[in-house]
């Protein structure tokens, strides 16, 4: 048992040496701190299993992919079998996995988006939305909003909102406007006959999870209208069940032009990520088929996995799990909102995409460490570090769900009594 600990210490040593030597010393010195020194060995739904025998629950569920929790056994099977079948395409055939989850993804989406481009993450997806854009209206012009979060290849970073990932990588692509999210006015004053596209998230997620008024999104859709721009709805956190909807857009019954989705696509199991527009727009792709492509995008592994991930959403109704568990977790950290003394300022989200905003960037750090010492995942947004993320698998548990409450209580008094 003794040497099976030392065995185990000496490998995450090793490990952490790496990460400081290979991969990116300043994020080893961060999970350090954080309290996360535990190298991850095995997970299964909300659960992630450290070497060490560590047991965590899981309420980042990275970044928002575990939408099915870990290793599901259905998508687990659905990537078994087209392993041994055939993983990667050979490109010039046609591809069934591809095909069937194209028209699956054309069933599920609202409206009339129909056609799919299948690629590997959602930066890739949006910089695919957003040539769609120029090339379907022969403009350049984007507007899109302050602190969105869009990914961080050139493309998607130009459409992101915030300065400090953006500033070190300047001139970005030209052509985007910023303006504050959830201000109809300022929208409208910024689109104008110029406008390839507005693109939104339906919630921002990276920003602090910031919900918008009811009557936003509609606006958005109809000053899109006036002036010929499309709207590109960026569902790449919110979709495939998050928000307590399919998609965060039928919280407000509007449909994009184009849609990108990644994250759950891939069933916590391979990346994926998709943009999909109508038939309409997509006929400037026809006359030239290759002229947006990637050697790895629409593979058979992953779009067996998603077309397995996208039929379990459905089934176990995700959607509706989210929006039952988000209701009571919501309704639980607002009591604890009100008896943190202050420290908590505001909770907000829809279903299970839930910020808890903190008065200072610090405390909210230290409450990750305290929560990180109670063996629950869990991390900032990453465009404002003041709010802490809670993204659990939607098909947690209530009992799992009240495990967190009662380690985020545990961890704020604690952080309130260290700093008194
Ligand atoms: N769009 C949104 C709304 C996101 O939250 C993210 C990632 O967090 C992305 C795009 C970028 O996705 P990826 O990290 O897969 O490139």
Known sequence: MADDQAQVQQTTDRVIEQYLHYVNPGLAKLLKFMGFDTIEAEAYGAVVRGLDDREFLDCLGGYGVFALGHAHPKVIAAAHAQLERMPLSARVLFDQPLAELAAKLAEITPGELQYSFICNSGAEAIEGALKLARLATGRTQFVAALEAFHGKTLGALSASGRQVYKAPFEPLVPGFTHVPFGEAKALAQAVSDETAAVIL???????????????????????????????????????????????????????????????????????????????RIWKVMEPNPLLHSSTFGGNPLACAVALAAVEVIIEEDLPGQAARTGGYLLGELLKLADASGGAIKQVRGKGLLIGIEFDSDDFAGLVIAGLAQRNVIAAYTLNNPRVIRLEPPLNITREQIDQVLQALAESIKQMQELLA
């Open 201 to 279: 998230e339906p919630i921002q997620g990276e920003a602090g999870v910031i919900v918008p008024p009811d009557d936003y999104l509609p606006a958005a859709r109809e000053i899109c209208d006036r002036h010929g721009a499309l709207l590109i709805l960026d569902e790449v956190q919110t979709g495939l069940g998050r928000t307590g909807e399919l998609f965060g857009c039928q919280h407000w019954q509007v449909i994009p032009d184009i849609m990108t989705l990644a994250k759950a696509l891939g069933g916590g199991v391979m990346p994926i990520g998709a943009f999909i527009s109508t038939a």
